[in-house]
């Protein structure tokens, strides 16, 4: 039998306290599963004019769930957005109790919502098929406020009931939140990716110039288009990129917006990738057009240039990144290397290419062909014809 968290909101939009309350209840009721549920037309409020739409506010919190980076635990339903009319709890525990039939079930909510429990549609049905987490900031506030209602609960409608604190929980409304981000603030009270999807969908009045973009702002709506799982590599990416730039005599602020977009479309579908290159004329060879790897480093490389307004010099940087090229500029070599072997990397040549990259430029980048041409010949894949020429250009006297 599984333990399922069941937590539903408007998510207009999701925010860190959100993802707090989450994580709490995970660890403390030892959840096999948390799904997270959009509300539809909730049944208490009217979402505000204006508000995103259902894809919208669906796809933020997905970003959402995906912060907490536990793929194996949290899912996003869409049960309530495909629903007419209002969107009633009971209706949805009924879905839940049916589609995990046997399992435990747990409506997770806040510190409003459980004291108005009792008001709801039909809250035995809810209570008979769910037990009831409440989360507070506090622990000595939780008590304080829960116990009356936890008491009249089980004795009601003999109901599970377990509070929880989560200490720094963000205390905004969601009301509140929309207000400071049509005025350009609050991205405080976000997850940088959900963030980003806001600036790049233009949601709350933010209306973003995506040409335009403050490094903070780039960082976050790159984090926006890729699993959380890849920002590790990201961010370890810009810090190489930035730490060669000032051995080599480079510009530090360009080589960080080339590493903060290299890798912008890596989780696009093969079509969406074929789509940008299509749109904004970037050739590609047939390998290219048949290998996943080497199609992000196409389209991000297109996206940095006609979405957010980079020049040729990073665009080339971005569209070599992968394969490296005969005669590469130096942001070309930098970045190649930086994706190479930022910290996150761990492979048995890693620290002989490191120390390469900080004494000898190009011999790193041929040690870094090299190891890919070793690698394609293992695996038996075909080789990128620039990453063979590539190797001619830096790679003499390597063995591959």
Same mark, same amino acid.
């Given at each position: 039998m599984l333990k399922i968290g069941i937590y539903g909101g408007s998510f207009n939009p999701p925010h860190l306290g959100h993802l707090a309350a989450a994580r709490?209840?995970?660890?403390?009721?030892?959840?096999?599963?948390?799904?997270?549920?959009?509300?539809?037309?909730?049944?208490?409020k009217t979402l505000a004019p204006g508000s995103p739409d259902r894809a919208q506010r669906l796809r933020m919190t997905a970003i959402a769930a995906d912060q907490l980076l536990m793929p194996a635990v949290t899912e996003v339903w869409d049960t309530e957005l495909h629903r007419q009319g209002k969107?009633?709890?009971?209706?949805?525990? &009924?879905?839940?109790?049916?589609?995990?039939? *046997?399992?435990?079930?747990?409506?997770?909510? *806040?510190?409003?919502? /459980?004291?108005?429990?009792?008001?709801?549609?039909?809250?035995?049905? $809810?209570?008979?098929?769910?037990g009831v987490c409440a /989360?507070?900031?506090?622990?000595? #506030?939780?008590?304080?406020?829960?116990?009356?209602? =936890? #008491?009249?609960?089980? =004795?009601?409608?003999?109901?599970?009931?377990t509070t929880i604190s989560v200490p720094g929980l963000v205390d905004i409304s969601s009301t509140r939140l929309r207000e400071l981000l049509h005025e350009g603030k609050g991205r405080e009270f976000l997850p940088q990716a959900v963030y980003g999807y806001i600036l790049r969908e233009k949601l709350y009045g933010t209306n973003a110039d995506?040409?335009?973009?403050?490094?903070?702002?780039? =960082?976050?709506?790159?984090?926006?288009?890729?699993?959380?799982?890849?920002?590790?590599? $990201?961010? *370890?990416?810009?810090?190489e990129a930035a730490r060669l730039a000032a051995r080599?005599?480079?510009?530090?602020?360009?080589?960080?917006?080339?590493? $903060?977009?290299? #890798?912008?479309? !890596?989780? /696009?579908?093969?079509? &969406?990738?074929? #789509?940008?290159?299509?749109?904004? *004329?970037?050739? %590609?060879?047939?390998?290219?057009?048949?290998?996943?790897?080497?199609?992000?480093? !196409?389209?991000?490389?297109?996206?940095?240039?006609y979405a957010f307004g980079m020049d040729d010099g990073i665009f080339n940087a971005i569209l070599y990144h992968t394969t490296a090229r005969a005669n590469?500029?130096?942001?070309? !070599?930098? %970045?190649?290397?930086?994706?190479?072997?930022?910290?996150?990397?761990? /492979?048995?040549?890693?620290?002989?290419?490191r120390r390469l990259a900080y004494t000898d430029l190009d011999g790193a980048v041929g040690m870094g062909t090299s190891l890919s041409i070793q690698e394609m010949l293992q695996r038996d894949k075909e080789l990128h014809h620039d990453t063979r020429e590539a190797y001619e250009c830096y790679g003499k006297g390597s063995q591959a």
């Open positions: 709490a209840a995970v660890a403390a009721l030892g959840l096999d599963r948390l799904v997270f549920i959009p509300a539809g037309a909730p049944p208490h969107s009633y709890t009971a209706d949805t525990l &009924e879905e839940a109790a049916q589609r995990w039939p *046997g399992d435990e079930l747990w409506l997770l909510m *806040g510190t409003d919502m /459980f004291l108005t429990l009792h008001h709801w549609v039909e809250p035995e049905r $809810i209570l008979a098929l769910a /989360f507070g900031r506090t622990e000595k #506030d939780s008590e304080e406020v829960f116990a009356p209602q =936890r #008491d009249y609960l089980s =004795r009601t409608f003999n109901a599970r009931v995506l040409k335009d973009l403050s490094m903070e702002d780039l =960082r976050c709506v790159s984090y926006s288009m890729v699993y959380a799982k890849r920002l590790a590599h $990201i961010r *370890g990416c810009e810090e080599w005599g480079a510009d530090g602020e360009r080589m960080r917006k080339a590493a $903060i977009l290299h #890798d912008c479309t !890596k989780y /696009f579908s093969v079509q &969406e990738h074929l #789509d940008i290159c299509g749109k904004y *004329g970037v050739e %590609l060879c047939q390998l290219e057009r048949d290998t996943d790897k080497l199609l992000h480093a !196409k389209s991000g490389a297109a996206l940095a240039k590469m500029t130096l942001e070309e !070599k930098l %970045l190649y290397l930086a994706d190479y072997m930022e910290p996150c990397r761990a /492979f048995p040549e890693v620290e002989e290419l």
